[in-house]
T-cell receptor
Framework: ETGVTQTPRHLVMGMTNKKSLKCEQH?????MYWYKQSAKKPLELMFV???????ENNSVPSRFSPECPNSSHLFLHLHTLQPEDSALYLC??????????????FGSGTQLSVL | GQNIDQPTEMTATEGAIVQINCTYQ??????LFWYQQHAGEAPTFLSY??LDGLEEKGRFSSFLSRSKGYSYLLLKELQMKDSASYLC??????????WGAGTKLIIKP
């Protein structure tokens, strides 16, 4: 148990569907992250939120829309996805971003399949 | 560009020792992390090195040489539960994390 919970664990959706991924952290951290993990590829940082404000958006397509209503919750809204978006989506949190020694606490991820 | 290299897959025997290497070329250096990720689970923190040398934590040790752009993770007395992927990540000059693709370690009885 890492203190970061993601739901759902698995999601299958069609290209025209709209769905949302949810992440909740119980660690009192100030920063939350969305990462994409594809097989045999490095983790790709998608979005960073620090004190509920988005501080990074790494050229992510607009079909991915993040939302951070408070420092404990993070959502990733999905619409009109493509098959190449199939991957494991990981949420993470840290006490503060931008500190070299800050370790990340990850959720178990949502395995997304786009048909 | 920035690059982290680690072997894709390694196999070792229960009870043995294995060394997983990580080499990096990044714009600056502010530390190196190792994470462990069991299949279908969250990556979890193993170690952080910012100074040269060896850091030991029980059966796991991590080594860093900044001049060579090189680190390794050493796992001793391997157990079946050590079967997992091991992720190397470097903090660059902008405090961004640059990730390797991970090394899948398979432990055989």
């Amino acid at each position: 148990e890492t203190g970061v919970t993601q739901t759902p664990r698995h999601l299958v959706m069609g290209m025209t569907n709209k769905k949302s991924l949810k992440c909740e952290q119980h660690l009192g951290h100030n920063a939350m992250y969305w990462y994409k993990q594809s097989a045999k590829k490095p983790l790709e940082l998608m979005f960073v939120y620090n004190f509920k404000e988005q501080t990074e958006n790494n050229s992510v397509p607009s079909r991915f829309s993040p939302e951070c209503p408070n420092s404990s919750h993070l959502f990733l809204h999905l619409h009109t996805l493509q098959p190449e978006d199939s991957a494991l989506y990981l949420c993470a949190s840290s006490q503060d971003p931008g500190q070299g020694s800050e370790k990340l606490f990850f959720g178990s991820g949502t395995q997304l399949s786009v048909l | 560009g920035q690059n982290i290299d680690q072997p894709t897959e390694m196999t070792a025997t229960e009870g043995a020792i294995v060394q997983i290497n990580c080499t990096y070329q990044t714009s600056g250096f502010n530390g190196l992390f190792w994470y462990q990720q069991h299949a279908g689970e969250a990556p979890t923190f193993l170690s952080y090195n910012v100074l040269d040398g060896l850091e030991e934590k029980g059966r796991f040790s991590s080594f860093l040489s900044r001049s060579k752009g090189y680190s390794y993770l050493l796992l001793k007395e391997l157990q079946m539960k050590d079967s997992a992927s091991y992720l190397c990540a470097v903090v660059d000059s902008n405090y961004q994390l640059i990730w390797g693709a991970g090394t899948k370690l398979i432990i055989k009885p």
